[in-house]
């Protein structure tokens, strides 16, 4: 920017400085590389003389073009930081109309007479203020001094009806308040009572509205990031937390049921954010997820009974599961952001509802009928699971161990029958449960849950447990070979593992008293335990 260009903002020539703003904010519009602002301080000099428009009232026609500035100049996190920007905050949040007495805006409807602010400048300056309190600390700061979070409630409960572009960046700006300063979201929780009040919004705007803009949904998505943050860290009493808890989580229950064929992109990102959320909800109120119903009902496109219970919100997250898991596969990577979660409330519903349980097993697990294919090969949500059992993140590996061991009611059997052995050592390892030790406990009905189809019953016996599933029969390598050749084959086995041994690439071990491998000394110890392991394997059927 030439200094002839920069004098005009300075003198505020009216006749200058909007071509000269408008030409900056067109070239600039994707700029976030800002080296050439740096030089002879052009940045602080442009930051300061737009301000010097934006706090003059009588240049208020100008404003919006301003605001885009300062838009673009806050994306400098360097600047930001090496200037003192503060006093600034207080102008930006006048025009965001965000101080005491200002924070309720006309009607915006086609009747309205008092248009006593101008939305165009209110939602440029949130945006400002957007990237301002996410770049800076100090400026956080100034915001919860200035209690913006009270304010952006006060707006949302006003009478009056706030234009949707305003109430999205109300919700972005208290999403990055609350996220980026722990300290905010006890005050909205609790002083604000502000779970209670987005619960009721959130249901309001979805129990009214049959048809979802762009803009409506990308609001409700705020709203549910916002309810995230502030039931992250909650410091209500565990009686006040549930009475809120269940209203959210019914809430939340049809909003599942509604977007659950999950057409558009934004109905699945509503979808993933209502998972997040529930993921912050006590064990004790997912039961909400499934209603009680009439038996006789008949199942339409989104209404599932099972039981006697309407599972519909259930199967809308099992079909995100599916849903994210082959996107993943796509794309050749796991996105632990994305599956973590809905992995998460899984575990969380089936280890608190025996109902819940019984149905996500019916559709993870439902009874084996082809033998002929490996578990982890298809496309079905028990080969999805089979193949994440290999995930590098370890989070995602143990979250499907414990979905898989609790639907299949920590049975070691169950787990290879639907996934072969060969799949679940690591489970098995880890869960103390390796074979020779059984799970003891009394968490779950002793009923079977588990019929055999006419199939699998007929090949049971020619399943390969290891691989899980039917491996035709091979000819034996040793058939042909004479005495000599067999114990030479055999003493050549020994010292390979031998060296794997010496290496420190296999360690020979047994099973402890709480079911896990441990290192034993010799290989001879192994046989301590192979009378009982054995005995232990000949009594193990399905249950």
């Known amino acids: 920017m030439e200094a002839k260009q920069l004098k005009a903002l300075l003198d505020k020539d009216t006749e200058e400085f909007p071509k000269v703003l408008r030409k900056f904010n067109e070239e600039n519009a994707n ?9 002879n301080g052009l940045w602080l000099d442009l930051w300061k003389a737009v301000f010097g428009i934006l706090n003059d009232d009588g240049l208020e026609k100008y404003h919006t073009v301003c605001l885009s500035t300062i838009r673009i ?19 930006l949040l006048k025009l965001a109309h965000l101080v005491a007495g200002s924070t309720t805006l006309a009607a915006t409807t086609p009747d309205a007479i008092d248009q006593s602010f101008n939305a165009d400048i209110v939602v440029e300056a949130l945006k400002c203020l957007c990237n301002l309190v996410f770049q800076n600390a100090e400026v956080r700061k100034e915001c919860i001094r200035q209690n913006v979070a009270d304010l952006i409630f006060q707006r949302l409960s006003s009478s009056t009806q706030t234009e949707s572009s305003i109430e999205l960046f109300d919700m972005k700006l208290l999403f990055l308040i609350t996220a980026l300063d722990t300290t905010v979201r006890s005050r909205v929780l609790i002083e604000l009572n502000g779970l209670t009040y987005l619960t009721e919004l959130l249901d309001e705007k979805f129990r009214v509205t049959s048809e979802f803009s762009d803009q409506q949904f990308d609001i409700a998505i ?21 009475i809120q808890s269940l209203h959210l989580t019914s809430v939340i229950r049809e909003i599942l049921i509604r977007f659950g064929e999950m057409k558009r992109e934004r109905e699945r990102l509503v979808i993933a954010h209502s998972i997040d959320l529930l993921t912050n909800i006590s064990s004790s109120c997912l039961s909400e997820l499934i209603v009680k119903c009439d038996s006789t009902a008949k199942t339409s496109e989104k209404r599932t009974i099972f039981e006697s219970r309407n599972v519909s919100a259930l199967k809308t997250i099992l079909s995100y599961l599916h849903y994210t898991l082959e996107e993943n596969e796509k794309s050749s990577s796991t996105n632990k952001n994305l599956v973590t979660p809905v992995l998460a409330i899984l575990v969380k519903c089936i280890s608190s509802n025996s109902t819940m349980r019984r149905y996500v097993r019916s559709v993870i697990l439902p009874p084996l009928r082809d033998v002929y294919k490996r578990p982890e090969e298809g496309n079905e949500l028990r080969n999805y699971l089979c193949r994440l059992q290999g995930s590098p993140d370890m989070v995602v590996r143990n979250l499907t161990y414990e979905l ?10 169950r787990l290879i029958k639907y996934f072969g052995y060969g799949n679940m050592a690591g489970l098995f390892a880890n869960a103390g449960l390796m074979p020779g030790r059984k799970a003891e406990t009394n968490e779950f009905s002793s009923d079977s849950e588990d019929s055999d189809t006419e199939e ?49 690439i296999i360690k020979p071990c047994r099973i402890n008293a709480e079911g896990k491998p441990e290192p034993v000394d010799h290989i001879l110890e192994l046989q301590e335990q192979l009378p009982k392991q054995q005995e232990i394997l000949k009594n193990d059927d399905d249950e």
């Open 31 to 39: 700029l976030f590389q800002f080296e050439k602002f740096h030089k």
């Open 73 to 91: 100049l806050s994306r400098d996190e360097s600047s930001l930081l090496k200037n003192n920007i503060v006093p600034d905050i207080g102008c």
């Open 222 to 242: 705020e709203l549910l990031k916002v309810m995230f943050n502030i039931t992250s860290s909650s410091d209500k009493s565990p009686s006040e937390n549930e």
């Open 404 to 413: 898989l061991l609790v639907c299949c009611k920590k049975s070691q059997s």
């Open 456 to 504: 699998y019953s007929v090949m049971k016996h020619a399943v390969n447990p290891v691989v899980g599933c039917y491996v035709p029969p091979t000819p034996n390598p040793l058939d042909g070979m004479s005495e000599e050749q067999k114990e030479y084959e055999a003493e050549r086995l020994v010292n390979l593992v031998d060296q794997l041994d010496r290496c420190g």
